[in-house]
């Protein structure tokens, strides 16, 4: 209640006296003087009373020894700030209380205390109590002085802000017209993007889907007339057109940053001296190569033969650039990026990088065309001499594998493309296809392997293959069918797999899983673009291999053999 003078009221005090009744003769002596009070039985009590209406509190000594006061504590920690709840503890006289009460600490954990000694002089209690809650009165005034200052604030800028509302108002209705304007040429090139990949990727291809169509429609006719002599004709079409669009979908892949890559400790030194012959007759005569290699090169990590492709890629650019002839000169080398370097290359972190370099002395490139030479489907070259996926597909891989690509070109002077590989602490691997005795197509096969597929045809083709090298065949659809049949049969050597399933459980999932219940068992992934469940820097487990579709089913035979003669499962 507000006193006389209209100052907010002070509060009831809080009054807990254990023992005796010096909790009722404390409220009535207050009660005599006008103030209100409270008692309390417990501590705990207490502490649900205390919120931001009480004045004081009034304690006697033994409410406190032995009491957990964390509680206490932790209220009187959450009050406003500018609450400084005044307390007033009654005390014993004599040493060993003196003592206690020093232990007990009570100014730094409850704060505003005051102290009186027992027995009580009435004037003093009274003395207390009043000057405590003329403390408690001053901070309800502190309180309210800020509560009005705040109101008159908020006061003040919401008049600032409708100010400032009417006066941009007129600025932002032309920031939107501005932006409207602006937008749209960015929408016009975004349009034009999709438009020229759609239309690109359409083009292709209906022109693969004719040849495929069309020479099976031609074999089936042939067949239904008894006309074998040209089917083998039909049949190598309708093959090729299949094996161009598989080359466009991982082309696009590439690009996208989504195609399968089995990443291997690499030395692109050794990568580039492995390919210059290759690289010579693909160039022609009229080309001369150059090699600067370094010998102490960094490792990287990658899929060699996608850096292959990459660099075949760049040479046969390199070539058609250079018409009437030049020189080609590839080179490795090792460089630190500074933050300066790596910010004149998009994305590009600073660090190690063991680098591929291609440059020649053809016509070069004028900036418009190094800004859009990533674009799929962009392609300077006449109609029909190239598809605009080349450099792509460079720029595609080598940013999944955590790289970047760098294009320096002037007219008339030739393009250099270098290509950023991070560094990589671990050691070279060997090439299979160089070390070690290939599996010969004509070994007896034994052993069991389980296909898991939703695609009933891919199952079918898989078993089909698997049955005629001689495997027994088991198939699954799904990741728990595959767990149960594992439960079900003693051997199980090889497990071939889709990477994309239904049901919840993922290809790499299931093989893990699988292989918690036998540890020895091989894998084979069969997957149509990896997205993030196989790429990445990690490389797949002993043990493990993956194949990527469409695949040529003499691969896959040979990628079956050479899993299952290999490291034989010790279940046997």
Request: proline residues 6%; aromatic residues 4%.
């Amino acid at each position: 209640m507000p006193d006389c003078l209209g100052a907010p009221a002070a509060g009831p005090v809080l009054i807990l006296t254990p023992t005796g009744r010096d909790a009722e003769g404390a409220a009535t002596l207050l009660s005599a003087e006008g103030i209100e009070s409270r008692i309390y039985p417990t501590l705990a009590d207490l502490r649900a009373a205390l919120d931001d209406a009480a004045g004081a509190v009034l304690l006697a000594d033994e409410a406190l020894f032995r009491a957990d006061l964390n509680g206490l504590e932790t209220s009187l920690a959450a009050q406003p700030p500018w609450s400084d709840l005044p307390f007033i503890v009654l005390t014993q006289t004599g040493m060993t209380a003196q003592r206690q009460m020093a232990e007990l600490n009570l100014p730094g954990k409850l704060g505003n205390v005051m102290f009186l000694e027992r027995p009580l002089n009435v004037l003093s209690l009274v003395s207390a109590v009043r000057s405590a809650l003329r403390a408690r009165r001053r901070q309800r005034q502190v309180r309210n002085y800020l509560a009005e200052q705040a109101e008159a604030a908020e006061r003040e800028a919401a008049g600032l802000e409708a100010r400032v509302q009417e006066r941009t108002a007129a600025l932002e209705k032309t920031e939107r017209e501005r932006q409207k304007i602006a937008a749209a040429p960015a929408q016009s090139q975004k349009m034009e993007a999709v438009g020229q990949l759609t239309g690109g990727l359409a083009h292709d291809f209906n022109n693969m889907l004719t040849g495929i169509v069309g020479s099976l429609e031609l074999l089936q006719a042939r067949l239904a007339q008894g006309r074998i002599e040209q089917l083998g004709r039909y049949v190598g079409m309708a093959q090729q057109g299949a094996q161009r669009a598989a080359a466009l979908t991982q082309r696009l892949l590439a690009f996208l940053r989504r195609q399968t890559l089995d990443s291997k400790p690499t030395d692109l030194t050794k990568l580039v001296a492995g390919m210059t012959e290759l690289i010579r007759s693909t160039v022609g005569p009229g080309i001369a190569i150059e090699t600067v290699l370094q010998k102490e090169l960094w490792s990287t990590l990658c899929d060699p033969h996608q850096l292959e492709n990459a660099l075949l890629n760049l040479c046969i650019n390199a070539r058609d650039a250079m018409p009437e002839g030049g020189r080609l000169t590839i080179g490795t080398e090792n460089t630190h990026l500074t933050p300066a370097q790596a910010a004149t290359l998009p994305e590009a972190e600073p660090g190690e990088y063991a680098v591929l370099c291609v440059a020649d002395t053809g016509c070069g490139m004028l900036p418009e065309v190094i800004a859009r030479a990533f674009d799929p489907f962009f392609t300077t070259k006449p109609l029909g001499q190239g598809t605009g996926l080349g450099l792509s597909m460079v720029y595609g891989f080598v940013q999944q594998s955590g790289g970047h690509v760098q294009i320096n070109s002037k007219i008339g002077q030739g393009t250099t493309v270098r290509l950023y590989l991070p560094r990589h602490d671990g050691a070279e691997q060997a090439n299979p296809s160089e070390h070690g005795s290939a599996v010969p197509a004509q070994a007896v096969a034994h052993g069991t392997v389980l296909v898991v597929d939703d695609e009933p045809p891919v199952r079918m083709l898989i078993s089909d293959v698997l049955i005629d090298l001689g495997y027994a065949v088991k198939v699954a659809w799904d990741g728990p069918s595959v767990l149960q049949t594992l439960s079900a049969h003693d051997r199980v050597d090889l497990l071939v797999t889709d990477v994309g399933m239904p049901g919840g459980m993922n290809g790499r999932q299931l093989a893990d899983a699988a292989r918690e219940q036998r540890p020895g068992l091989k894998v084979l992934f069969i997957t149509g673009y990896a997205d993030t469940i196989l790429s990445g820097k990690g490389l797949l487990g002993t043990g493990m291999a993956v194949m990527t579709k469409p695949f040529a089913i003499s691969d896959l035979a040979a990628k079956i053999r050479d899993m299952m003669a290999n490291d034989p499962n010790p279940e046997g």
